[in-house]
DNA sequence: TCGATACTTCGGCCGGCGTCGAAGTGTCCG
DNA sequence: CGGACACTTCGACGCCGGCCGAAGTATCGA
């Protein structure tokens, strides 16, 4: 009736319009099967529809239904190819936001998988995989804290790259883009490990680097890589491992 | 039937399972109100029931059952006092997750204020305020871009502090906390300049001092604050303002 | 001891959303 | 040209969850 009161109201309907497009966006991964495409697509790859369906168990239109969610609210980004409708996150924004809801999602149960592949499948992904554009698992931490041992990181004040660092990278073959505003390196903590490995522009180099060199390859379609006897060796020589648990065949 | 299908329906119930997980925390602020609540936490301190009950426009049973989900959620933490209920962020991660969100959601239309008051109190906002635990708003990107000019901060290889950086906070009498698991250093996208200020724990750091040195003071019980004559010499002085915006009374 | 205040519990209402299968459209390939 | 395949649309079903007000419990202050 008064001023105040009108006053009030209108604050709280602000509020509440903040709120509504915060929970929109919340609200794209507070469902199982979208929450299992976004995941699934966090290997920074594109899915097609069916397979994502698959993948999480759902009927065909199900998955349509939640992808056009997906793409709508600007998570994913999509591209028709004949009859085919292949989707992939939207970009490393959305990437590190599910990445940060993973991560700090409680650690499930994960009841001992009874069959054999289920197994292999796992201690596979627990070795080696890719997060979004950068390497993760015991090959991904590994890699981080032998740089920062190496003297090539800085934790402490940073995290950054030190000049011995971007030094390492040159000899890689892998130069900074000057002023980018994504941070050159990030901390993104490991699922497995629970131990932080290296993400931002410079994970995303090295592990393109490591695709490229041979270093690495996919396992099937999985988010799982191998170590190559070429990748052995390299990591070995430049990152002075010596009878490193991730050189063991 | 056969062992194929029933290794595949185990996986797809695998992968609903990590969905249903990560749904859980993505659902705890895919609604307006709970998100309402997290954004006006993201002030770093400690709000009754009430307070937000009136904040979001709800009733004050409906807070209630929010504030038992946040909790129960991990998102929360409480502190009863007497008849009061205290509830606060859990942790700098919860905080970080709710800005992530924030930072990603859609930017809002918001149809220019049409009362005195909340001209005055947005207005306060945009100028200075806390995110969490550090300083956003123009001071925010004030003090942080200062910073990288001063060559106090690294954003090429970092983001980082410098040794220069280092000696600036001792200065202050700040020291760098060793070992730390939390980044010393971290970007954060404000709201209303769109460009990152300073976060981790050098952003909430300075925050402290801020406070403790009388630089800065809360506007009422909101997340603005104000910058005090002392604050003005001491950002003049010490990052060599002259004539900024920020200085201006 | 008594009233005021802060929070909680309960019951009931209602809307929204996830699910499926069946039928429809578009694309590829033989 | 016709069959196979990938995806989409539609309708129906069911359930979950948010909302409120009223009544109940706990705490504070006089």
Redesign the interface.
């Known amino acids: 009736m008064t001023e105040n009161v009108r006053?009030?109201?209108?604050?709280?309907?602000?509020?509440?319009?903040?709120?509504?497009?915060?929970?929109?966006?919340?609200?794209?991964?507070?469902?199982?099967?979208?929450?299992?495409?976004?995941?699934?697509l966090l290997d920074g790859r594109a899915w097609t529809a069916n397979e994502l369906a698959?993948?999480?168990?759902v009927a065909a239109s199900t998955a349509t239904a939640h992808l056009n969610t997906l793409t709508e609210g600007?998570l994913l980004a999509e591209e028709r190819q004949g009859r085919h409708r292949y989707v992939r996150l939207a970009g490393p924004?959305?990437a590190?936001?599910?990445e940060?809801?993973?991560a700090?999602?409680?650690r499930?149960h994960t009841p001992a998988p009874?069959?054999l592949?289920?197994t292999t499948?796992r201690s596979a992904m627990a070795r080696a995989r890719t997060c979004y554009d950068h390497l993760a698992g015991l090959l991904g931490v590994t890699i981080t804290e032998a740089m920062a041992e190496r003297g090539l990181l800085?934790?402490?004040?940073?995290?950054?790259?030190?000049p011995a660092?971007?030094d390492w990278l040159g000899a890689l073959g892998i130069t900074?883009p000057?002023?980018s505003?994504r941070?050159?390196?990030r901390?993104c903590l490991d699922f497995t490990e629970r131990r932080?490995h290296l993400a931002g522009t410079v994970g995303a180099a090295i592990c393109r680097h490591a695709f490229e060199a041979g270093w690495i390859v996919r396992i099937g379609t999985t988010r799982a890589v191998s170590l190559t006897p070429e990748g052995r060796q390299a990591l070995a020589s430049r990152l002075d491992l010596r009878h490193h648990a991730i050189l063991a065949p």
């Open positions: 006053e009030r109201t209108a604050a709280a309907d602000e509020v509440r319009a903040e709120g509504r497009t915060v929970a929109a966006l919340a609200g794209l991964l507070a469902d199982a099967t979208r929450a299992a495409f976004c995941l699934a698959r993948h999480a168990g600007g924004e959305a590190e936001l599910v940060h809801l993973a700090l999602a409680p499930q009874r069959t592949s289920a499948r800085d934790w402490e004040r940073g995290p950054a790259l030190t660092g971007v900074l000057p002023g505003k941070p050159a390196v901390p932080p």
